[in-house]
């Protein structure tokens, strides 16, 4: 009985790091940047609820409708891109690029409603270094250049798809390609995590004003 027990025991730990070891390595380095980026804005937001309930009170403060304008364009971000994986197996290139293509001008629109809110914001009497307003400034400003990194990868994967478009022969290896697959896979991933993380910001930001 001994022996199964340690069988079963070695089975299970083997199991375990055996699926660890399957994990593509770009996968894996992803995650560790989720978690880090969740550590770094974790620790902000520990500072931006500690400044504005204990330094300064039950003080009503202008919250910008820009914000709320931002999350709502964000939230449709994530709902195409999150199309993007469906189309490119079913072999839609076409409809793979109108995803990502959307998903690009979401996400810049929400970047521009971010500056508007600033400026909003700066418009009602809260400048930058303002307490708890700074935290506002720069959680809000920190998040939008995490999105810019997406950003960045999107175009690549956008650009990919629309070179590849151009020609059927191109256009049926990509389809076909695994690694293609993954990269939007990772874009997918890695925008829905952008898109949580602010939500979660936008109603700490509204619960607290």
Known sequence: MEPDKKNTIGTSNNSTFSRIEKVHPFLMMLYLVIVGISV???????????????????????????????????????FTISRAPSFYRQDDLLKVKIMLWATLLFGMSFVWSQVAGWRDMAMHGIPFRSGSGMYVYFISALHSIHLLGGFGYLSFVLLKTLHASLNPIRALVFIRNPYRRQQINLLCTYWHFMDILWVFIYLVFLFLN
């Open 40 to 78: 770094l804005f974790l620790i902000l937001i520990v500072a931006y609820i500690r400044t504005r309930l204990w330094e300064e009170g039950p003080i009503n403060r202008h919250f910008s409708k820009f914000f709320s304008i931002s999350t709502i364009l964000l939230i449709c971000s994530s």
